[in-house]
């Protein structure tokens, strides 16, 4: 009985292994599409977003079948030294890679965080995870090989690869039931996989930086706020002119994978837009740190943001951005400028903000 299981076992695997050039194809446009989707959803703050993530969680179960079907052809080839040739030193890394990236991403969703200086465990996923793009084409480019025509089999690939994506999806539902039944920390984590950090204030949630911004604290009383650009009045304000009158409860959720909700208190923007007198061309709004960091967002949703001093009934600390920080509900925490001068009211969008968030920190 048990030898008939095994055998029926293999033959259903066998049944679903499409064929090498297909699985070493299939495994390359994976792991794009897992770093396709992995560097889109470092923006993706709403639930409205929650399917990219389900996807990419997918896509990367998905893969370790995949990669399973790989190992199981090629592992004569690795783990006998006489057959190795130059190339096979690359395909080691890029599978050991790519077992740290799959491993690293399974067991965030279990909520296990080990500390690692300067980054947390989804950094490292995420870092690993672009560096396995190269060593995929270095990879590919050594061993090239064209899928053929003849390997695809419309209905028989189809249903491999839908099998193999919904026993994903499957295996991620389990995962969250696992977590939900043990109880374990990845059981509280967002759909952004961030996990909750709780408390109020300052020393709640863990001070970062999307790169490398850290700059010298600011002297507040030689500090001040301007608002200037599509404006008809350009306005200094020194911390002492700034009155934070308006609190409310947003969420942070840092791409680096935690979140807080805090109380944060300060000034709407749409105030000081409408004390500087916007003109009619304004669309958009340009916060910018005393770094040089910036980010940009449409006039409208930048008019319900707010320009906070304190947090959680506490003065902004250093770290947090003092003397004052965007807070951009609905949007990741790299977006919520800290250590913001200078409000720019455009016409326009600003796309190489991109490229000044990744520098700012190393321009001093
Ligand atoms: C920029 C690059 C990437 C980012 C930002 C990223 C981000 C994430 C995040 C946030 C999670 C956790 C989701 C959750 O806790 O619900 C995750 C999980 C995962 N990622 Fe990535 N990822 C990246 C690249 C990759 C690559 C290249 C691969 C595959 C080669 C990959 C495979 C996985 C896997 C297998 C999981 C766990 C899925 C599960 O257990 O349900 N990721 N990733």
Redesign the pocket.
């Known amino acids: 009985m048990r030898g008939v299981s095994v055998s029926t076992f293999r033959s259903l695997v066998r049944s679903l292994q499409p064929p090498a050039r297909i699985v070493d194809w299939s495994i390359f446009v994976g792991?794009l599409l897992?770093?396709g989707s992995?560097?889109l959803?470092?923006i993706g703050a709403t639930p409205a977003w929650a399917p990219l993530?389900w996807l990419?969680?997918a896509v990367?179960?998905t893969?370790i079948v995949l990669l399973g079907f790989k190992l199981a052809r090629v592992r004569h080839r690795i783990t006998r030294a006489s057959q190795w040739q130059r190339s096979t030193v690359l395909s080691v890394v890029t599978l050991l890679t790519?077992t740290v990236?799959?491993g690293s991403?399974?067991v965030?969703?279990f909520g296990f965080a080990p500390e690692i200086p300067l980054f947390t465990l989804?950094t490292v996923?995420?870092g690993l995870?672009?560096l396995?793009v190269v060593l995929m084409g270095a990879h590919l480019y050594t061993r090239f090989r064209p899928p053929r025509r003849a390997d695809f089999h419309r209905r028989r690939t189809t249903i491999q690869y839908s099998v193999m994506l919904i026993a994903g999806a499957v295996t991620?539902r389990g995962?969250e039931i696992l977590n939900r039944l043990l109880g374990t920390e990845g059981a509280d984590?967002r759909f952004?996989?961030s996990q909750r950090t709780d408390g109020e204030g300052n020393s709640a949630f863990p001070v970062t930086s999307w790169v490398a911004d850290d700059p010298d604290p600011v002297e507040t009383e030689e500090w001040d706020l301007t608002v200037r650009g599509e404006v008809d009045r350009r306005l200094e304000l020194g911390y002492g002119e700034l009155t934070p009158d308006t609190a409310e409860e947003a969420l942070l959720d840092c791409t680096s994978g935690w979140y807080t909700v805090q109380e944060w208190q300060g000034v709407r923007v749409e105030e000081l837009l409408d004390a500087s007198s916007t003109t009619g061309q304004a669309s958009h709004v340009r916060f910018v740190s005393v770094t040089g960091y910036r980010w940009t967002l449409p006039i409208e949703e930048a008019r319900d943001a707010l320009l906070a001093t304190h947090v959680g009934g506490e003065r902004l600390s250093h770290g947090h951005g003092a003397p004052m920080r965007l807070v951009a509900p609905g949007r990741r925490g790299f977006q919520w400028v800290k250590w913001v001068e200078r409000v720019d009211v455009r016409q326009n969008g600003d796309p190489a903000q991109w490229i000044v968030t990744l520098i700012s920190g190393f321009t001093d």
């Open positions: 792991v897992e770093a992995g560097l959803s470092l993530f990419h969680r990367g179960l893969l790519a990236v799959l991403g399974i965030w969703v989804l996923h995420a995870g672009l396995l991620y995962q984590r952004t996989g």
